[in-house]
C-alpha cells in the first residue's frame, strides 16, 4: 500500500513537471487562460465582497444578530416607550439617537471631534455587547442626570493608548467633566456602523449641557421624530405579527393625539433586520443586489466560456499527441490524470490572478472612500468565501473542459488520428458544434455586458450636467459649533449675532452668511407640508420635502437668482418668525397657475407666510433631481441645539485671497479654541459629490472593458487554434493556388458569422436584463430612461464588439498566410 501511494505521488511530479513543461511551450494560451480566469475570479470576488460588506454583513460586535429587528423609520420617545409597553412583542428594545457629534479632548488637550449614539440605558443589553474594560450602563444610568459614558475600543487604544487608568476616570466631552464607565467589545462601533459609526455612548439620561440634542424637551415632544429603535423579539414572535400589533398601536396613538395624518392608508410601522450594518428587508434584498449580481454572473460566464472553448479548440490540435501516446500504451487513466493535472495547474495560475486583480481593484476602489460622509463607516476585506466560490466555479470549469480530449480520445479510433493530414481534413461547417457553442455564448454574453453596462455609464454621464443653480468659485464654508466645544447657548447666540458683519470686514470677502444646515450634502433636512385642494373637501394631503435654515445674505452669497419676492432679512431672525422661501420646484408643484408669494404654507404643524421665490438649488450628486424645498430663516434657539453638522458659515471671496486662513484667524479672535471644521471651498464640496459619478462610471465602465477583452482574448485563442487546425487544408489551397486574400477570408468567415449571430442574440438579452431589473429598481429605470434608446450605444457597441472581435480573428489569420504549403502537404 505505501509503495502504491509512493508511485502514485511519483507518478503525479511527473504529471506536473510535463504541464509545467508544456504550458512553457505554448506560454500565448497559458497567458490568455490566466488572464481570462483571473478577471473574471477578481471582479466576481471584488463584487461580492462588497455586497458583502454594505449588505450581508452581520454588525461586528453584537451577539446574537439574527434575533434583533429595527424599525424602518424613525420615531418620538414617547411613542418608543408606547410601542414597547403595549405591543407586548418585545422581549427588549432599545432607542437611539444617531450620529451624534461630540468633541473630546485627547491626551495633548486637542479637541477631537468624533461621532457617537445618545443611547438609552438598555441599549447594551438588548445588543448583547461585551465590555472590553470597565462595565457598561446598568442602573445607575437609569436615574436623570447621569453623567457617565462608555467609549469604543478603537478610541480606547488611538487616543489613549489602552490606558486602564482612564476607566473610572474623567473625560471631557463637549467642554463638560464626564466619567468613563467602561470600553466595549473590540469589534463594537454601533448598531448601524455603516449609516452612524459611534466612538462615544452617552445615556438619554444624561443633562443637556452635555448633550445639546437632548434641549427642548425632545424626550416628551411626539412631533420630534428622531429616535432610531432596535430590539428583540420575544420567542415565536414572527416580524410579521409584530407589525400588526406595532400598526394597531400607532394608530391608537394617532387617534388619541388628533394626529393631522392619521386617516392615511398604508402601514405605520415597517420593521427590518436589526443585526446587519445597513437593515434592508429580505424582500428588498434582489433589488439592491440584482445589477451587481447580474455583472456577476455574466463576466464570470464569459471568463469560463473564453476557457471552455479555448480549451475545446486546443483539444483538436492535441489528437495527434493523444493518439500517439495511446498508440504506445498510455492508459486511458493516465492520459485522464495528466490532463487533469494540466487543467489543475491552469485553474491554479488563474486563482492567483484572480487573487492579485482582487487586492489591486481593493486598492482602487479603496481611494474614493474619503468621498463618504465621516460618520459612515463602510469597511471591506476580501471576502473568502466569495473567492472560494467563484475560484471553485472556473476551476471546474477548466477542469471539465481540460478533460474533454482524454474524453473524446477515450471513444475515438486512434488510427486516423496517427495519420497526420487526417484530423486536419477539410470539413463542413457546423453551426452546432460544441466550440461554435460556446463560441455564441461567449459573444452574447460579451455584448449583454457590454450593452448594459454602457446603458448605466452613459446615464450616469448625463446626469453628471445638473446644474447647481449658483456660482461655486471663490465660495468657502467653514463650521464651528459654539455649544460641542463648552460654551452657553446665550454665548453661542451671541457669537453667531456678530460673526457674519466680522467676516464681511475682512479684507477679500465680499459676502457671508449662515446656515444652520450643511447645504450641498446627500442627506438634506426633511419636513412635512400639509396642503388641501381649494376644490376637494377630503383631508389634507401631507408630502415630505427639503428644509433648510438659512440666514439673511444666504441666497445673495451664493448668487442663486430671486425669481420673485425677497429674500430673509436680519428682522426675520426671530423665534417667533413664520415666513418661508420656497424653491421654483415647489412653486410649480404647489401653485402651478398662480403666484406663490404671500400664500400661507403649513410645515411641521405651524402655518408660514412665503415671502419669496428662488431658483432651485443642487448639490452636484450626479443622480439628484430637482426636488422640492422650503427655507426658514436661522432661529436664535436654534443656535442652542445645532445640528450634527454644526453651523455653516459661506463666504464668497475676491479670487486670489487666502480667505480660509483670515476668516480662521477671525473666528479665533472671537472665541479662542473654537473648534473649526469641514473647512473647504465649495467647489472641492462639489468635486466630491461628483467623484462618487467618477467611482461608479468606473466601477461599471471596467466591468464593461474587462468584459471586452475577454471576449476579444477569447475569440483570438480560439482563431489561431482554428489555423492550427485547419493547417492542411490552408496547404492544399495555397498549394492549388489560393492567394493569402483567399486565405484571410477563409479563416475569418467562420469567426465574423458567430460574431453576427451572438451579436444579435445579446442585443435580445441585453434589453431584457435592463427591462427586468428597472422593474425592480427604480433608480435603474430613472438611470437608462435616456440611454436604453441611444443610437449611439445600439449600433457603437455591436459595432466596437464586431470591430474587435474582426481584429481578434485578423491577426493569427495573418499567420496563415505564412504556411508553407510544401510543409503542409509533408504528411501526404
Known amino acids: 500500500m505505501k509503495l502504491h501511494l509512493c508511485d502514485l505521488l511519483d507518478g503525479v511530479g511527473r504529471d506536473l513537471n510535463y504541464g509545467v513543461r508544456l504550458l512553457a511551450r505554448s506560454p500565448g494560451f497559458a497567458l490568455a487562460v490566466t488572464v481570462c480566469l483571473g478577471i473574471g475570479i477578481g471582479l466576481a470576488t471584488s463584487m461580492f465582497t462588497q455586497l458583502q460588506a454594505s449588505v450581508f454583513k452581520k454588525t461586528p460586535g453584537v451577539g446574537e444578530p439574527d434575533a434583533l429587528v429595527s424599525f424602518q423609520s424613525p420615531v418620538s420617545f414617547p411613542d418608543f416607550e408606547e410601542y414597547g409597553d403595549l405591543s407586548g412583542k418585545f422581549e427588549s428594545a432599545a432607542a437611539f439617537l444617531a450620529p451624534v457629534p461630540f468633541v473630546i479632548s485627547s491626551v495633548d488637550g486637542r479637541p477631537e471631534r468624533i461621532w457617537g449614539h445618545i443611547v438609552t440605558p438598555d441599549y447594551f443589553h438588548v445588543l448583547r455587547v461585551k465590555a472590553s474594560a470597565g462595565r457598561l450602563f446598568g442602573p445607575e444610568e437609569m436615574q436623570p442626570g447621569a453623567t457617565g459614558v462608555v467609549i469604543s475600543h478603537r478610541l480606547w487604544t488611538t487616543l489613549f493608548g489602552a490606558n ?50 437632548l434641549q427642548g424637551d425632545i424626550l416628551r415632544d411626539r412631533t420630534v421624530k428622531t429616535f432610531l429603535v432596535t430590539g428583540r423579539l420575544k420567542a415565536g414572535v414572527t416580524a410579521a405579527s409584530a407589525e400588526a400589533a406595532l400598526d394597531g398601536v400607532a394608530r391608537r396613538i394617532e387617534e388619541v393625539n388628533d394626529e393631522p395624518d392619521r386617516q392615511r392608508g398604508g402601514r405605520r410601522i415597517t420593521l427590518l433586520p436589526g443585526g446587519r450594518v445597513f437593515p434592508i428587508r429580505a424582500q428588498d434584498l434582489p433589488k439592491v443586489s440584482a445589477l451587481p449580481t447580474v455583472m456577476v454572473g455574466l463576466i464570470l460566464f464569459v471568463a469560463c466560456a473564453n476557457v471552455a472553448t479555448m480549451l475545446v479548440a486546443r483539444a483538436a490540435v492535441r489528437q495527434r499527441e493523444i493518439a500517439i501516446r495511446l498508440s504506445l500504451g498510455a492508459s486511458r487513466a493516465r492520459l485522464v490524470r495528466q490532463l487533469l493535472t494540466e487543467s489543475v495547474l491552469l485553474g491554479l495560475l488563474g486563482g492567483a490572478a484572480g487573487l492579485l486583480f482582487t487586492v489591486g481593484y481593493h486598492a482602487l476602489l479603496s481611494r474614493f472612500l474619503a468621498v463618504l460622509p465621516s460618520q459612515m463607516l463602510y469597511e471591506w476585506q476580501v471576502d473568502w468565501r466569495s473567492f472560494v466560490s467563484t475560484f471553485v466555479v472556473a476551476g471546474v470549469s477548466t477542469v471539465l473542459f481540460g478533460l474533454a480530449p482524454a474524453l473524446q480520445a477515450a471513444r475515438a479510433d486512434v488510427t486516423p488520428a496517427l495519420k497526420g493530414g487526417a484530423a486536419s481534413q477539410l470539413r463542413r461547417f457546423r453551426w452546432f458544434s460544441l466550440r461554435n457553442i460556446l463560441v455564441l455564448q461567449q459573444i452574447a454574453a460579451s455584448l449583454t455586458l457590454l450593452l448594459v453596462t454602457a446603458f448605466v455609464v452613459v446615464g450616469l454621464y448625463r446626469s453628471r450636467t445638473n446644474e447647481l443653480g449658483f456660482q461655486p468659485g471663490n465660495l468657502f464654508m467653514i463650521s464651528v459649533d459654539p455649544v460641542r466645544d463648552g460654551r452657553t447657548p446665550a454665548e453661542a447666540r451671541d457669537f453667531f449675532s456678530k460673526l457674519p458683519e466680522r467676516v464681511r470686514r475682512v479684507g477679500g470677502v465680499t459676502r457671508a452668511a449662515l446656515a444652520q444646515t450643511v447645504p450641498f450634502r446627500l442627506n438634506p433636512g426633511q419636513a412635512v407640508m400639509a396642503s388641501k385642494s381649494e376644490f376637494s373637501a377630503g383631508p389634507k394631503i401631507l408630502q415630505s420635502l427639503e428644509t ?225 431589473m428597472s422593474a425592480m429598481l427604480s433608480a435603474m429605470a430613472e438611470l437608462t430612461k435616456t440611454s436604453i434608446r441611444d443610437p449611439l450605444l445600439l449600433a457603437g457597441a455591436p459595432l466596437l464588439l464586431a470591430a474587435l472581435a474582426l481584429l481578434a480573428c485578423y491577426l493569427p489569420a495573418r499567420r496563415s498566410v505564412r504556411i508553407n504549403p510544401i510543409e503542409a502537404l509533408r504528411v501526404e
Not at 473648534?675 to 467647489?683: A, D, E, P
Not at 468584459?707 to 495555397?734: D, F
Request: net charge neutral; hydrophobic share 45%; with cysteine.
Open 164 to 213: 486602564r487608568d482612564l476607566i473610572g476616570g474623567t473625560l471631557r466631552i463637549n467642554g463638560q467633566a464626564v466619567t468613563v464607565l467602561g470600553v466595549a467589545g473590540p469589534d463594537f462601533r454601533g448598531a448601524t456602523p455603516l449609516l452612524a459609526v459611534a466612538d462615544i455612548w452617552l445615556p438619554t439620561t444624561a443633562p443637556t449641557r452635555i448633550a445639546p440634542e
Open 548 to 772: 433648510e435654515r438659512v440666514g439673511a445674505g444666504f441666497f445673495e452669497t451664493l448668487g442663486v437668482p430671486v425669481l420673485a419676492g425677497r429674500t430673509f432679512r436680519e428682522t426675520d431672525e426671530q423665534d417667533a418668525s413664520r415666513v418661508a422661501i420656497v424653491n421654483q420646484t415647489l412653486a410649480q408643484e404647489s401653485w402651478p397657475r398662480q403666484d406663490a408669494l404671500g400664500k400661507a404654507l403649513e410645515l411641521d404643524g405651524a402655518t408660514y407666510e412665503i415671502i419669496g421665490v428662488v431658483g432651485d438649488i443642487g448639490s452636484g450628486f450626479a443622480l439628484e433631481k430637482r426636488r422640492p424645498c422650503v427655507y426658514r430663516p436661522n432661529l436664535p434657539s436654534g443656535y442652542a441645539r445645532p445640528s450634527a453638522q454644526g453651523v455653516t458659515l459661506i463666504v464668497r471671496a475676491e479670487p486670489g485671497a487666502d480667505i480660509l486662513l483670515l476668516v480662521r484667524r477671525e473666528v479665533g479672535g472671537m472665541l479662542p479654541d473654537l473648534t473649526v471644521f469641514n473647512v473647504t471651498s465649495v467647489t472641492e464640496q462639489v468635486e466630491r459629490m461628483a467623484s462618487i459619478l467618477r467611482m461608479s462610471m468606473g466601477i461599471y465602465g471596467g466591468i464593461g472593458a474587462f468584459g471586452l477583452v475577454l471576449s476579444c482574448v477569447g475569440l483570438a485563442g480560439v482563431t489561431a487554434y482554428a489555423v492550427a487546425r485547419r493547417t492542411h487544408e490552408i496547404g492544399v489551397r495555397r498549394a492549388l493556388g489560393a492567394q493569402n486574400r483567399d486565405v484571410i477570408v477563409l479563416v475569418l468567415r467562420e469567426g465574423m458569422a458567430l460574431v453576427a449571430v451572438g451579436t444579435a442574440f445579446g442585443m435580445v438579452v441585453s434589453f431584457a436584463a435592463v427591462q427586468a
